[in-house]
């Protein structure tokens, strides 16, 4: 797997940001890590209410179909849906947090630089 999409994936998977990349600035980290904690707490409210006995081989189906999607939007440089994988902020790779916008400006900017890539699983 490509390591941009591994990065990415991992991003999109645990859907926070890490307070450890944040700003140098403390009050953004406790914000961060708070959002975090919070977003851990609704999730596994809603997992937990929503599919009380999902297996594991469940769970595996349910990330391989979210994972397939996502790399089949990137294949068809689908930039917008591609986006849309990401919380409103996140920690993007090198840059720090970053928004929506900045991660759809990056998605174009590869689709441009590699017009012609198959990612697969």
């Keep these: 797997m490509n390591v941009r999409i591994l990065a990415v994936t991992v991003l999109v998977v645990s859907g926070f940001i890490s ?12 914000q961060a890590r708070e959002a975090a904690r919070e977003r851990r707490r609704q999730e596994a ?40 994988y990401y919380a ?7 840059y720090g947090i970053v928004d929506k916008a900045f991660i759809l400006d990056d998605i174009r900017k590869y689709n441009a630089k590699w017009p012609s890539h198959h990612l697969m699983m």
């Design 19 to 30: 307070p450890s990349k944040a700003a140098n600035n403390d009050e953004l980290r406790a």
């Design 45 to 84: 409210k809603s997992k937990a209410d929503d599919n009380p006995e999902l297996s594991n081989a469940q769970l595996n189906q349910q990330l391989q179909v979210f994972i397939t999607a996502f790399l089949d939007s990137a294949n068809r440089n689908d930039a917008v849906t591609q986006s849309n």
């Design 88 to 94: 409103p902020k996140v920690d993007y790779m090198d």
